[in-house]
């Protein structure tokens, strides 16, 4: 099975960034089939339908996730998540460069559903030239009117404001992200009161990640039950697989979801590069756990991959071939959510220290077998007692990665260096 | 006196307005600083604060958390590495040793010649398809070689400064946790 494009189906089109050629091949009929023929329930129900579930990481149904707004509390907001910064992400950019008047219109159609006066795309500030892009889509737009008062002549009305970052991971978390849109630093809230209840200025809120919505004027147009026969049962559609690492040809590849795993890293990835064997991938960004080459043949289906051990996530594959120091990766990680805890909480912040100092010290082949027992301490102390996910997900990859790979983390002890590094570059030589 | 000009006040003031609150204009308000000073200083951050009716102190609480906004003036370029998993997993190192050696100053330095402030990030850019991936003004550069690094530094070195980003990194090595302080 090959790709399935549907939300890439034009990337590379000449011109697509632009609303002429956008339009060309049908665009924005999806806004205007809903502005026309839904009324804003009748759009829910059509989503739900469809089954998608959300793209942001947490595989959230959207259509439910759109239905816990109150009724008749307004205004209500509309969140869209480009803050995409899990490490081994990059599908969210891919959209925005490739489509950005796709992920416009389905941004307009969540904001009709959910009656939203003002939609909020959140972009994180490394993506400036993706930002620019936004900004420029959103004023062709509105001067076409599809974005501000009366939209296409129906009363529904609807600004878009493209807000850009500055450099915090943390903020794509969806009640950071509000945080920080406010004009805050971007530190999470306590759960409950969600979002749909309190959310941006205390209002109801959502938050929809770029590809979610992107896939809006699809179901739209096709219909909530055709989306619902592609994919698999509980994963419907396709999504966008960022694949990077040890691969003869990394990029993003659409994929029905309940495809397996193998025939994206063979058919699209094209294997493991200079005809090396893979020891290891992580199948959902730098948060999820560690999976095996025994793992190749589970289908890209979001609760298959949970049930071993792991999870989709955020759709990055990051695959690691025979030469790789487990070691490294995990400190790399490690030291990637130390860098972006946000300090709010303290098992997180001084945990993720911890963790950090611990895992260089392993790499550099300094630290001593009773000192590694602490890993599984601290990550302990970290799992489950932290504010918000980051701190938990901070200890996944690295649990994971010394349970699969113990030898190779006791190997390091005292070892004076990276022994892993050190056998690959004899090898080299010989 | 004003340190901003009248442009980047006008800017602020666009941004103010554009919001239900005018404190949600801060971060673009910072950035607009940033673009006509390349970093934030104390003066532009009052008027800031000024404009959006916070005290100097809430825009500097805010301006500390997010590792892009830089605290003192630094190169008229700015370059930044990834050094995460997929970057590390293609040769990001290589291409650390090669800009250290070659810029002549550790990561978080300025070149002599006032050209570059260049650093390494832990933050994975968006790029790992194209990796080992850097930004220079903000701008992607992928598929890095130590010859396509020359290259590209070659190119840009005697161009003007870029919109923005121009500027030092203020503790990049430090957590958010540890901005706060
Ligand atoms: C630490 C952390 C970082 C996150 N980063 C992102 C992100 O960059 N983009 C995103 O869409 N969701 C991110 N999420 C998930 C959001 O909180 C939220 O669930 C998502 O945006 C909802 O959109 P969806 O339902 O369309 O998936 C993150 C969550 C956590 C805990
Ligand atoms: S877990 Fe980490 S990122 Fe989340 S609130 Fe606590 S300190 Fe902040
Ligand atoms: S790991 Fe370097 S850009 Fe993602």
């Known amino acids: 099975m090959a790709e399935y494009k549907l939300l890439t189906k034009d990337f590379g089109m000449d011109g697509i960034q632009t609303l002429a050629v956008y339009e060309r091949i049908g665009g924005y009929e999806g806004l205007r089939k809903a502005l026309r023929s839904m009324t804003p329930d009748e759009l829910v129900a059509e989503v739900k339908t469809s089954g998608i579930r959300g793209r942001g990481g947490a595989g959230f149904p959207t259509g439910m996730k759109w239905s816990f707004l109150p009724k008749d509390v307004h205004p209500r907001y509309l969140c869209v998540n480009a803050d995409e910064s899990e490490p081994g992400c990059f599908k969210d950019r891919a959209l925005i460069d490739e489509n950005p008047h796709q992920l416009i219109e389905g941004t307009l159609i969540a904001a009709y559903a959910i009656q939203a006066p003002i939609a909020f795309i959140y972009i994180r500030g490394e993506y400036h030239d993706q930002r620019l892009l936004l900004e420029r889509c959103v004023e062709e737009a509105r001067a076409a009117g599809y974005v501000g008062r009366d939209i296409l002549g129906s009363d529904f009305s609807c600004d878009i404001i493209v807000h850009g970052g500055a450099g915090a991971y943390i903020c794509g978390e969806e009640t950071a992200l509000i945080d920080s849109l406010e004009g805050f630093r971007g530190q999470p809230r306590l759960k409950p009161p969600f979002p749909a209840v309190k959310g941006l200025y205390g209002k109801p809120t959502v938050v929809n990640n770029v590809e979610t919505l992107s896939n809006l004027p699809h179901i739209v147009l096709r219909g909530g039950a055709w989306f619902a026969s592609v994919g698999a049962e509980k994963s419907t559609g396709t999504r966008l697989f960022c694949c990077s690492g040890h691969i003869n040809r990394p990029g993003t590849y659409e994929m029905q979801l309940g495809t397996p795993i193998r025939e994206l890293l063979e058919d699209e990835c094209r294997g493991i590069w200079k005809g090396r064997s893979l020891k290891a991938f992580q199948p959902g960004g730098g948060s999820m756990q560690v999976l095996l080459p025994e793992h190749l043949d589970l289908p890209l289906e979001m609760d298959a991959v949970q049930r071993a051990g792991s999870a989709l996530g955020a759709g990055a594959m990051v695959f690691m071939d025979e030469t790789t120091c487990m070691v490294d990766v995990s400190m790399r990680l490690v030291d990637f959510y130390q860098h972006e805890s946000c300090g709010k909480c303290a098992p997180c912040r001084e945990g993720t220290y911890f963790e950090s100092e611990l895992m260089h010290r392993l790499e550099a082949g300094a630290l001593t077998p009773a000192e590694l027992s602490t890993l599984t301490d601290i990550c302990d102390n970290m799992n489950g007692k932290c504010f918000c996910p980051l701190g938990d997900t901070a200890t996944w990859f690295v649990m994971s990665a010394y349970q699969a790979f113990r030898g190779e983390f006791e190997e390091h002890c005292g070892a004076g260096g990276c022994p892993v590094k050190r056998r690959h570059a004899a090898m080299a030589v010989a | ?181």
């Open chain 2, 1 to 181: 006196m004003s340190v901003l000009t009248p442009k980047t006040r006008a800017e602020i003031e666009r941004q103010r307005d554009r919001y239900p609150h005018a404190r949600s204009a801060v971060l673009p308000s910072l950035w607009a600083v940033q673009h006509q000073l390349g970093y934030l200083s104390p003066e532009g951050m009052k008027e800031v604060a000024e404009l959006l009716r916070l005290t100097p102190s809430e825009v500097e609480a805010v301006a500390s958390f997010y590792s892009m906004y830089f605290d003192r003036p630094g190169g008229r370029h700015h370059v930044l590495v990834c050094v995460n998993v997929s970057c590390a997993l293609r040769g990001a190192e290589e291409i650390v040793s090669h800009l250290e050696s070659r810029l002549g100053c550790p990561s978080g330095g300025t070149t002599a010649d006032g050209a570059f402030t260049w650093e390494h990030t832990v933050e994975c850019l968006g790029a790992c398809g194209g990796a080992p991936a850097m930004q220079v003004d903000h701008h992607f550069q992928e598929n890095l070689t130590p010859e396509r690094v020359d290259a590209i530094l070659d190119g840009v070195r005697g161009a003007p400064a870029a919109e923005g980003p121009a500027g030092r990194p203020h503790r990049s090595s430090g957590s958010a946790a540890q901005r706060a302080s």
